[in-house]
DNA sequence: ATAATTGCAAAGTCTTTGCAGTTTG
DNA sequence: CAAACTGCAAAGACTTTGCAATTAT
């Protein structure tokens, strides 16, 4: 899949001081929950956290926790990516295409992604707000407020 | 060839005053790209012209295709479709969780999708039109005209 | 004639699911 | 211990593709 890698807009992703601490308190949230903590669920979630790019794919946190983990499942990640999504410490956005990526729910953005190349880049809430707004007014579409996806031409292949 | 015209009536969608003479049009612009008239692309262009829809999936449009012509393969739907939109005749538009839908090129519009009834909506090109703008002069992305897709919860779900 | 098209079946992608065996709390 | 989780394999949903046979021009 993804055969062109975005070109990923580097600038330091996760101004968190404490991934540690954040780890701690994701896991917290899902045993809150009723969900127990396994090492493979720690290893999906320490692979998110500190993960550089804001958009992943169930593929490449599979990657990154195989590294170390190999007898993780990508089934696995994805049910566990599943569980972080229902107890809002994740959210996954459609991409079109059959592609999904998950990223933090903290992280409030919309994507724009590139018919031709495929990159994905993030565009902040601020700027689709008015639209969202409009479309409230207009239509009673209540917008999702941070799985928008646009597609179109990125500056480069336009 | 010279098919049997149609009766003229318009109890059709579009706006379009004859749609027989759309089709053959359509199936024109087919061969000036050096394309062939089978019935199986002639049925498919009928069907995507006549229907009352603006959104089909590949597979509706194989259903009322099938539905006279038994024999045409719903392969042969989804490369008719891709041809007529390398023809411009049709736009492709990708809702998401694999969906994809047809239209007609000159239907301008968006669309948002439901993400619990999955219901589309269609919006005027109008209310987008701005945040297209705005996509332009600060990130230099070219929105697809034709091809948006918000998601968020229509006005019977939120 | 001859290049485009088609039906069919098979493959592809990404994601989900049924199960039986393992763990966690 | 009971409930939750996991690996695996198989299934799904949707779309694409290789081929040999067919057909439009």
New binding site residues.
């Given amino acids: 899949?993804?055969a062109s890698r975005p070109p990923a807009h580097h600038r330091e992703s996760h101004s968190h001081p404490d991934v540690a601490a954040q780890i701690v308190s994701v896991l917290e949230r899902?045993?809150e929950h009723?969900?127990?903590?396994?090492?493979?669920?720690r290893a999906v979630v320490v692979a998110l956290l500190r993960h550089d790019d804001h958009h992943v794919?169930?593929?490449d946190i599979a990657a990154v926790v195989q590294a170390d983990?190999p007898?993780?499942?990508?089934?696995?990640v994805?049910?566990?990516l599943?569980?972080l999504e229902q107890v809002d410490v994740v959210s996954r956005v459609?991409l079109g295409?059959?592609?999904?990526v998950y990223h933090l729910v903290d992280h409030v953005h919309h994507h724009l992604v590139c018919d031709r190349c495929g990159s994905v880049t993030e565009v902040p809430a601020s700027v689709v707000e008015p639209l969202t707004q409009a479309l409230d007014d207009r239509f009673s579409f209540a917008a999702s407020p941070t799985r928008l996806t646009i597609s179109g031409l990125c500056s480069s292949c336009r």
Same sequence: chains 1, 2.
């Fill in positions: 899949m993804a899902l045993r009723g969900g127990r903590i396994t090492s493979g669920r794919t169930a593929d983990q007898d993780i499942h990508l089934s696995t994805y049910r566990t599943e569980a459609d295409q059959g592609r999904a």
